[in-house]
């Protein structure tokens, strides 16, 4: 239905930046959600970020000040901006999202997930 392609990650330094972006691979008519989580090993999954069409945002207390969730609507893509990394952000980043397409013969409903990014936060 809907892909979401990853990318951005890489290998930085502490107190450096990154910024990764979570692209869709069609036209989306609305989202309801996005959504940033993060693994690294031996962890569980944790819930990074979200963020609403409508603009309202949330973090986890780890990163609050440090990274920032947005949406660009014309270019169907999620970002998620990462300042002030530290060793700890350490982790595979997945984004996803839910909302809606135009499949050609009507509305449809998405969920889906990105294949996920390394992030590497090392001196």
């Known amino acids: 239905q809907v892909q979401l392609v990853e990318s951005g990650g890489g290998l930085v330094q502490p107190g450096g930046s990154l910024r990764l972006s979570c692209a869709a691979s069609r036209n989306i008519f609305s989202v309801n959600a996005m959504a940033w989580y993060r693994q690294a090993p031996g962890k569980q999954r944790e819930l990074v970020a979200t963020?609403?069409?409508?603009?309202?945002?949330n973090y986890a207390d780890s990163v609050k000040g440090r990274f920032t969730i947005s949406i660009d609507n014309a270019k169907n893509t999620g970002y998620l901006q990462m300042n002030s990394l530290k060793p700890e952000d350490t982790a595979v980043y997945y984004c996803?999202?839910?909302?809606?397409?135009?499949?050609?013969?009507?509305?449809?409903?998405?969920?889906?997930w990105g294949q996920g990014t390394q992030v590497t936060v090392s001196s």
């Open positions: 996803n999202a839910d909302g809606t397409y135009y499949s050609g013969s009507g509305y449809r409903t998405f969920y889906s």
């Open positions: 963020t609403t069409t409508g603009g309202r945002t």
